[in-house]
């Protein structure tokens, strides 16, 4: 993730010590617990995305599980996800994302959330919102959530479109709404693509009139269904993310407390850094240094981010599902997350020494560290080329020639 919010205009949050090492002096105005501050990006323990069941009322473009509505066999029991709790717990993991699928269609969902609450776990929740009512939204408060993430991927019928079934963002910001009311931290998901992009501005204006304080912009990455939609365009990339950054300062500067995170392109760290450079922000170098310090790619899939998929496969990220690391009901996640044996999470923890081409050569590889490797698989076939979504120029990244 890349806190737009922190770096390009120097508001804190609670997330800001475990993804740039210093330690706030204040909570950005929550009263939520603030992340310790790691040794090193490199010996952070995991962020878990566990896609605690795959089934889903939606049908969304862009779904990395290509998940429907209907049983899936083989997903972890009540018990055996109690079990991975507890190594969780125990191997002190900074936090799990329960996600799908559409999490809420899981009947024990809010009985797993409590005891992953009081085994002293962070739990944050994932979900299209279609199902929360006011009661669903009491239940989600009751058992602890410290943060829900709402896909809204624009307004009316582009979201609609976009999620597959008409009225879903009806339902959603409903839910939205019921979240909000009972004083449940919410904040927004949205995938950038050719949908979504000119969405920008109105989802800005949503997140004021209805009180939301967090979003997150999601680059595309082309798995399962989101094959299907991939699109290279830097031009239209870069054209986004400034939309972001003018709106983040506005509305940081009106007055309006909001954290805006971009995901999955660590570019965008770079990029913040060169428009501070242009308009000679004093602030410039010190944000380089915190870019360096939180690595980018270097330490994100494989270390500073986990998957655990419904059936209890562990992959580097919730994008690899090709590739399996191990199992949680043959081995515990804690012991696979830290095999040295690993051929593939050797690699990942040593990227400096795989990666190739125009990402290896970038000035700023220090502050990206090749972003995404699942991307250029996916793209390329090839793990540790270049990430093809890069929007930066040649001449930005100091690379020249063919």
Request: aromatic share 10%; net charge neutral; with cysteine.
């Given at each position: 993730?890349?806190?737009?919010?922190?770096?390009?205009?120097?508001?804190q949050s609670v997330s800001v010590p475990h993804r740039y090492g210093v330690a706030t002096s204040s909570s950005g105005g929550s009263d939520e617990r603030p992340y310790e501050v790691p040794p090193s990006a490199s010996q952070r323990r995991p962020i878990v995305v566990w896609n605690i069941t795959r089934m889903c009322n939606l049908k969304c473009l862009h779904c990395y599980s290509d998940s429907e509505r209907k049983h899936?066999?083989?997903?972890?029991?009540?018990?055996?996800?109690?079990?991975?709790?507890?190594?969780?717990?125990?191997?002190?993991?900074?936090?799990?994302?329960?996600?799908?699928?559409?999490?809420?269609?899981?009947?024990?969902?809010?009985?797993?959330?409590?005891?992953?609450?009081?085994?002293?776990?962070?739990?944050?929740?994932?979900?299209?919102?279609?199902?929360?009512?006011?009661?669903?939204?009491?239940?989600?408060?009751?058992?602890?959530?410290?943060?829900?993430?709402?896909?809204?991927?624009?307004?009316?019928?582009?979201?609609?479109?976009?999620?597959?079934?008409?009225?879903?963002?009806?339902?959603?910001?409903?839910?939205?709404?019921?979240?909000?009311?009972?004083?449940?931290?919410?904040?927004?998901?949205?995938?950038?693509?050719?949908?979504?992009?000119?969405?920008?501005?109105?989802?800005?204006?949503?997140?004021?009139?209805?009180?939301?304080?967090?979003?997150?912009?999601?680059?595309?990455?082309?798995?399962?269904?989101?094959?299907?939609?991939?699109?290279?365009?830097?031009?239209?990339?870069?054209?986004?993310?400034?939309?972001?950054?003018?709106?983040?300062?506005?509305?940081?500067?009106?007055?309006?407390?909001?954290?805006?995170?971009?995901?999955?392109?660590?570019?965008?760290?770079?990029?913040?850094?060169?428009?501070?450079?242009?308009?000679?922000?004093?602030?410039?170098?010190?944000?380089?240094?915190?870019?360096?310090?939180?690595?980018?790619?270097?330490?994100?899939?494989?270390?500073?981010?986990?998957?655990?998929?419904?059936?209890?496969?562990?992959?580097?990220?919730?994008?690899?599902?090709?590739?399996?690391?191990?199992?949680?009901?043959?081995?515990?996640?804690?012991?696979?997350?830290?095999?040295?044996?690993?051929?593939?999470?050797?690699?990942?923890?040593?990227?400096?020494?795989?990666?190739?081409?125009?990402?290896?050569?970038?000035?700023?590889?220090?502050?990206?560290?090749?972003?995404?490797?699942?991307?250029?698989?996916?793209?390329?076939?090839?793990?540790?080329?270049?990430?093809?979504?890069?929007?930066?120029?040649?001449?930005?990244?100091?690379?020249?020639?063919?």
């Open positions: 993730m890349i806190d737009v919010s922190y770096l390009y205009s120097g508001t899936y066999e083989g997903e972890l029991t009540k018990e055996e996800a109690k079990t991975v709790i507890d190594d969780l717990a125990s191997f002190q993991v900074p936090a799990v994302l329960f996600s799908g699928g559409e999490p809420l269609l899981r009947p024990d969902l809010m009985e797993l959330a409590e005891y992953a609450r009081d085994a002293g776990l962070r739990t944050t929740l994932s979900t299209n919102g279609t199902f929360i009512n006011e009661k669903v939204a009491l239940q989600i408060k009751q058992a602890g959530f410290s943060y829900v993430g709402v896909s809204l991927d624009g307004v009316n019928s582009i979201h609609d479109h976009f999620r597959g079934v008409e009225g879903a963002f009806r339902k959603t910001l409903a839910g939205i709404r019921h979240l909000i009311a009972i004083g449940q931290k919410t904040g927004l998901r949205l995938t950038l693509t050719d949908y979504t992009i000119n969405q920008i501005d109105l989802l800005f204006d949503l997140i004021e009139r209805e009180g939301i304080h967090r979003v997150c912009f999601y680059h595309l990455v082309p798995s399962g269904r989101g094959k299907e939609i991939f699109d290279i365009n830097p031009e239209k990339t870069r054209r986004g993310i400034d939309r972001i950054l003018k709106r983040t300062e506005l509305i940081l500067k009106s007055g309006y407390p909001l954290e805006v995170l971009t995901v999955d392109n660590h570019a965008d760290g770079p990029y913040i850094y060169l428009k501070l450079r242009e308009y000679g922000d004093e602030r410039a170098e010190k944000v380089y240094e915190r870019l360096c310090w939180n690595g980018g790619g270097l330490y994100s899939s494989g270390i500073g981010i986990a998957c655990i998929d419904s059936k209890g496969d562990v992959h580097p990220d919730q994008f690899w599902t090709e590739t399996s690391l191990g199992n949680v009901r043959e081995k515990r996640f804690s012991e696979i997350w830290t095999d040295p044996r690993d051929p593939l999470l050797r690699k990942l923890r040593d990227r400096k020494n795989y990666i190739y081409g125009r990402c290896r050569a970038c000035r700023f590889f220090d502050a990206c560290g090749g972003a995404l490797r699942i991307r250029s698989k996916m793209v390329t076939g090839d793990s540790w080329g270049p990430d093809p979504a890069c929007y930066l120029t040649n001449q930005e990244v100091g690379v020249f020639g063919e």
